[in-house]
């Protein structure tokens, strides 16, 4: 690893902008990591050509003093962004050789300030997932490994044996950060695949407010549900991305029209004065003792630094996950609807249009994408509507409603960000229920639309990662910044995976 790609997403910032090293070198170091960690499978797509064509107009542009917010940063794309006439796939056999004629809002924002696309990151198939094991493109391989543990090694064929998952969906963006494989990645997160990811790699993941980022451009999984947002290194470096990637669009009719505030200006100000709530329902069964304590840890980090802290109920709580995985299907039903191999993508010819569809859609799509499409039939079926997914929103009305009387008496909420450390590849795969328990935490907020974020915080006992989530008000992810750089500051995170795969 070269020492320019140690350096925070900040820090390379800073540097470009003083001309202590050029776009192009940065990029350079950069695509050579990204050739030494192929095992990992972060990258779907490496646009190495464009890339450099990117660097250099940036460096063209910081000669002449020149360049916006991330002008020659060199980033990583989720490939759930349109991506214009670079192949956008969501992971899916379906929309292999899809290249947009568009760009998606965020990285059109992204590449507007300057930065540099290296690649389309691997995900979970259409976002459907929380280990990304259901890409079609092969599974991501977590950087990190049990320390002392040489049973996650490269095999004799080259290829990973023994490897943990990077969680999903947005497990390329998480594995590629940890990495240093980019600066920082877009991700996206429907029910938690921003943050568990980033607990799961010892990254920083941020959810914004549902709105706060356009969606134009980002292939659907749950509309109501889905939300752009930045995976990286620091509370730092994820404050400038969001603040490049957030704005109004008006192609996006579920994209608010409110200012965007300087994320990064915030940071130093502290949590004195604050109350933190601690979701007592929160402390679930079976949670690891370690987790537990980590999150002690948390509430004592935000005491010290001048917070009250206080324990809140969300009695709710046991019913998000059930809403989640009704709600999510049957939006998936519809969206999903629309892939057929007509107009692009996969085409299994048939002489009858219908069977056509038919076997597009079978051979198409993976095994969890189709398991979540016909449970979002099901529900939204004439006999079972009334009987679950309009008893599911009214659930969910209640949830928002209690969320939003919590955080009137409350700042933020302090939770952990996932029931566990990453576990092996593999592990939960045959089991959908075991896989959708990793959303216990982090599904309540994407019901309410809320902006929640994970912050690296500490390590088990195999030396794995975990992470603590702050939950915030509508819009108000100034606050949430405030209390992540508090925790971040207080855990003193430091640590690195062991870079066994070069």
Sequence with gaps: MTDITSLSLAELRDALKDKKLSSREATEAYLKN???????????????????????????????????????????????????????TASSNILRGFKPTYESTVSGNLFADGAVMLGKLNLDEFAMGSSNETSAMGPVINPWRRSGDNATRIGEDGKVVGGLTP???????????????????????????????????????????????????VVAFASSLDQAGPIARTVRDSAIMLKSMAGHDPK????????VPDYEAVLGQGVKGLKIGVPKEYRIDGMPSEIDELWQKGIDWLKDAGAEVKEVSLPLTKYALPVYYIVAPAEASSNLARYDGVKYGLRVDDSNIHRMYAKTRAAGFGEEVQRRILIGTYVLSAGYY?????????????????????LNDVDLL?????????????????????????????????????????????????????????IGRPFDEETMFR???????????TAQPDHWWS
């Design 252 to 259: 996006d009719s579920t994209s608010i029209n409110v200012p």
């Design 483 to 493: 209390g992540m750089a508090v925790l971040e500051d207080a855990a003193g995170f």
């Design 167 to 217: 969680g999903g969906s947005s497990g390329g963006s998480s594995t590629a950060v940890s990495a240093h494989l980019c600066a920082a990645a877009t991700a996206t997160d429907t029910g938690g695949s921003i943050r568990q990811p980033a607990s799961l790699t010892g990254t920083v993941g941020v959810k914004p407010t549902y709105g706060r980022c356009s969606r134009w451009g």
């Design 386 to 406: 009334d009987a679950y997914y309009l008893k599911a929103q009214k659930v969910r009305k209640k949830i928002f409603d209690e969320m939003m009387l919590a």
């Design 34 to 88: 990204i050739e030494a960690a192929k095992p990992l499978n972060a990258f779907n797509t490496v646009t190495a050509e464009r890339a450099l064509e990117m660097a250099d107009a940036s460096d063209a542009r910081l000669a002449k003093g020149e360049g916006g917010a991330l002008e020659g940063v060199p980033l990583g794309i989720k490939d759930l962004f349109c991506t214009k006439g670079v192949e956008t």
């Design 414 to 470: 302090l939770t952990p960000s996932a029931p566990s450390s990453a576990f092996a590849l593999g592990e939960k795969s045959d089991d959908p229920i075991a896989m959708y328990l990793n959303d216990v935490f982090t599904v309540t907020t994407n019901l309410a639309g809320l902006p929640g974020a994970s912050v690296p915080a500490g390590l088990d006992a195999n030396g794995l990662p975990l992470g603590l989530q702050l």
